[in-house]
């Protein structure tokens, strides 16, 4: 993982550069260099790509199983495949190297998805955090080595299903409905548990058009449903997909988990998937500290 606080010192600042470069070779060559007079008619040759993304963990240290985070940022940092600086919203912990840029936020709702959504107001926010960044959790790891396009290919668990839930969560996921069906669009449940891409701009736009969301909703699903040109998600599955295998169970048959990650890039557990086997197992996978780590 390239980081941008480190990128200046990093073996692996090539990646970094590679944006700079370019640029630099186009206003270097004579065809493509517009002149002083001309720059204002041509915007596109100075506008400058994103040369990184932000990788975003909301975290609530109250709730919170085991060493979750620490192998998190672990997978993060051994198994991503682009330029990327990585910002916690919510809770420090005293293990934190300064390569972890934190937002604090207490606390505000004991609905995880209100106080969840005033953490993403905060990553809307913050300059820390990029135009495009990824949004993900402290209990979901990398297992092989992606890129930014493993993370936007869109993923559903099918349709929102209010009905096969119980509580707040399905409150919540009652409400998405709601909001979705008032306007005529799509329902599918694209809270699969694993990173996914935002955009600022849509996601400002999604809030203005949809107040009610602080209320508690599955913003996931409200985002990617409300897409004026949406893309063809994928149909997750963890028994054919090459995408997650989640761990629901105290004790998983190892083997088995060990076949299926070899053709998976993401792993998460539920809250009764955490176990000392699992903790074992993560230790197993990523016993080296990361730069993430003081």
Request: proline residues 5%.
């Amino acid at each position: 993982m390239t980081t941008r606080k480190t990128a200046s010192k990093s073996k692996d600042v090539k990646e970094v550069k590679t944006v700079e470069t370019a640029e630099t070779q186009v206003n270097e060559s004579g065809a493509l260099h517009a002149s002083d007079a001309v720059a204002d008619e041509l915007p596109v040759l100075e506008k400058k790509a994103q040369d990184h993304t932000t990788v975003v963990i909301p975290y609530c240290k109250e709730f919170a199983q085991g060493r979750e985070l620490l192998f998190a940022l672990r997978s993060w940092y051994n198994n991503t495949r682009f330029p990327a600086n990585l910002v916690i919203i919510g809770d420090c912990e005293d293990w934190f190297s300064e390569e972890v840029t934190v937002i604090e936020h207490q606390r505000t709702s004991d609905n995880p998805q209100i106080d969840t959504m005033e953490k993403l107001k905060l990553a809307i926010e913050s300059p820390e955090v990029t135009k495009r960044f990824v949004w993900t959790n402290d209990d979901i790891y990398l297992v092989n080595g992606i890129s930014l396009a493993h993370i936007e290919i869109p993923k559903v668990l099918g349709d929102l299903k209010p009905n096969q839930f119980k509580g707040v969560y399905a409150n919540n996921m009652s409400r998405t409905v709601m909001l979705l069906d008032k306007c005529g669009l799509p329902k599918l449940n694209y809270g699969t548990h694993t990173p996914v891409l935002f955009e600022k701009s849509k996601l400002v736009e999604m809030l203005e058009r949809f107040p009610e969301a602080e209320s508690g909703v599955l913003f996931s699903s409200l985002y990617f449903n409300s897409q004026a040109f949406p893309a063809y998600p994928v149909v997750l599955d963890w028994k054919t997909d090459q995408f997650l295998l989640p761990v629901i169970s105290q004790k998983p048959d190892e083997q088995k988990a060990k076949e299926l990650l070899q053709r998976k890039v993401f792993l998460n557990n539920t809250v009764s998937g955490y176990s000392a086997w699992l903790e074992k197992f993560l230790e197993q996978m990523f016993p080296e500290p990361s730069i993430f780590e003081e």
